[in-house]
């Protein structure tokens, strides 16, 4: 075995182990507040208030947890998980990332030396993110599709007597997934004390969906200035109708376009990925010292760029 591969092997162990005694010396953190900030309860997080071993959370990633909040990144895998709804923890996730990285480096460690290990390792930690925003991508436009239709159960609930309150329990009811799913959360949130036009606020942050941030708008000046409020929904459900039947003829048209983008921009690194598999030292004069060692990143560099231009090309605004 070379040396390389021991130094590589080594420096995963060492990282690993940083890692575990991280997780062994930081504070742990109450499984309550992560609840609370879940259904924007924020205000009423009372930090300090246990101790240490009264705070202990269950989860065998709070170590990790405690660490990604440390590093300032907390908050921003927890609304991520959210918005992609996936039944993960923050420290579960980071184990993910962990785990991920450290295989990636020891992989490409042993393929090709330290610094493709690091680029392995920090192509692997970008998946899951993807992931991630593909899957609040899909979800989004499911909850837009929804939209119309949500409204007019809801104008139809405000005139049928229904109160406010009433007409959001039956939508968490009656409509389907995601939508169900993000007024379950409002009455919950209500039901902890939160006031409705915060619940929705809270709402419109977690689907980040501009119609629906007119509805929440409408609804909060409803509530302070008065008004009929079902006319002014019945009028936003049209609008967003009409805007959802032009976006999706905009994607009918730009389909061509967007499939050209994602070959282009994908064909280089398949084949890529099968030449080294048929051909193992087909590119081992890319990796060495000297300056094509720079041709695998400019030419990743001038790929990424390529389709940036055509995804904005494409991205027509409605």
């Known amino acids: 075995m070379s040396g390389e591969v021991i ?27 992560d609840r609370l900030r879940e259904y924007g309860l924020t205000e009423y997080i009372r930090l300090g208030s246990r101790s240490q071993q009264e705070n202990a959370s269950a989860d065998r990633f709070g170590g990790l947890a405690r660490l990604a ?41 042993l393929r090709g030396g330290a610094v493709v290990g690091l680029m392995v390792a920090g192509v692997l930690c970008v998946l899951p993110i993807l992931y991630m925003k593909q899957r609040e991508t899909k979800r989004r436009s499911a909850f837009t599709d929804q939209l119309p239709d949500v409204l007019t159960l809801l104008v ?7 109160g406010m309150s009433q007409a959001i329990e039956l939508l968490a009811r009656e409509v389907p997934e995601p939508a169900s799913k ?3 959360r409002v009455i919950h949130s209500m039901s902890l004390g939160l006031p409705l036009q915060r619940a929705l606020e809270a709402m419109a942050e977690r689907v980040e969906s501009d119609d629906f941030d007119l509805v929440s708008t409408a609804i909060s000046i ?3 200035m008065g008004g009929n409020l ?12 009409e805007r959802v039947r ?22 280089p690194i398949f084949l890529a990925v099968a030449l080294s ?42």
């Open 156 to 162: 139809g609930s405000l005139r049928a007597g229904y």
């Open 222 to 224: 409803q509530f302070e």
């Open 246 to 267: 032009i976006l999706r003829e905009v994607q009918v048209l730009t389909a061509q376009q967007r499939m050209t983008g994602n070959v282009l921009a994908g064909m």
């Open 182 to 184: 993000e007024f379950k």
């Open 69 to 109: 909040d440390r590093l300032g990144i907390g908050d921003k895998l927890k609304t991520m998980l959210l918005r992609a709804d996936l039944q993960l923890k923050v420290g579960e996730l980071t184990a993910i990332f962990v785990l991920l990285a450290g295989g990636g480096f020891v992989v490409g460690a």
């Open 230 to 241: 079902s006319s002014v929904l019945e009028n936003i459900s049209t609008t967003i109708r």
């Open 277 to 318: 598999f048929i051909s193992p030292g087909y590119f081992e004069p890319f990796f060495e010292p000297g300056w094509p060692r720079l041709l695998p990143g400019a030419a990743l560099v001038m790929i990424g760029i390529g389709f940036m231009i055509i995804r904005k090309i494409v991205d027509i605004k409605v």
């Open 7 to 33: 130094a590589a092997i080594l420096v995963g162990l060492s990282v690993l182990s940083l890692f575990i005694a991280i997780r062994q010396i930081m504070p742990s953190k109450d499984p309550v507040e």
